[in-house]
Nanobody, 125 residues
Framework: QVQLVESGGGLVRPGGSLRLSCVAS???????????VAWFRQAPGKEREFVAG????????NYADFAKGRFTVSKDNAKKTVYLQMDSLKPEDTAVYYC???????????????WGQGTQVTVSS
């Protein structure tokens, strides 16, 4: 059984940076149905939205428009870990951030079948 555990969230001032980590355990590194890892976020009262994603096999990435130029997704296959480096953070980036595992690198939450528990990111002065 695959499990995902996120870490790295916290409180940061506007303009600051955070690096989130998502560690996958079990059969979760490129096998059928497990080739894509994505980050989503959900703010209070809002729908869960795609942030960025990466494939275990190869280096293909995908970013939401608001993440381009500020966020960087990367991976360490040996550690089964995916990172989300977030720079130039804004108050509107405040949300719970989730990593998710799926078969294809797409933006819809329904494309992903395994989710972590989430990590809170708060951007405030």
């Amino acid at each position: 059984q695959v499990q995902l555990v996120e870490s790295g969230g916290g409180l940061v001032r506007p303009g600051g940076s955070l690096r989130l980590s998502c560690v996958a355990s079990g059969r979760a590194s490129g096998d059928d149905g497990t080739d894509a890892v994505a980050w989503f976020r959900q703010a209070p009262g809002k729908e869960r939205e795609f942030v960025a994603g990466i494939r275990w096999i190869g280096a293909r990435t995908n970013y939401a428009d608001f993440a381009k130029g500020r966020f960087t997704v990367s991976k360490d296959n040996a550690k089964k870990t995916v990172y989300l480096q977030m720079d130039s953070l804004k108050p509107e980036d405040t949300a719970v951030y989730y990593c998710a595992l799926g078969g294809y690198l797409r933006r819809g939450p329904g494309e992903y079948n395994t989710w972590g528990q989430g990590t809170q990111v708060t951007v405030s002065s």
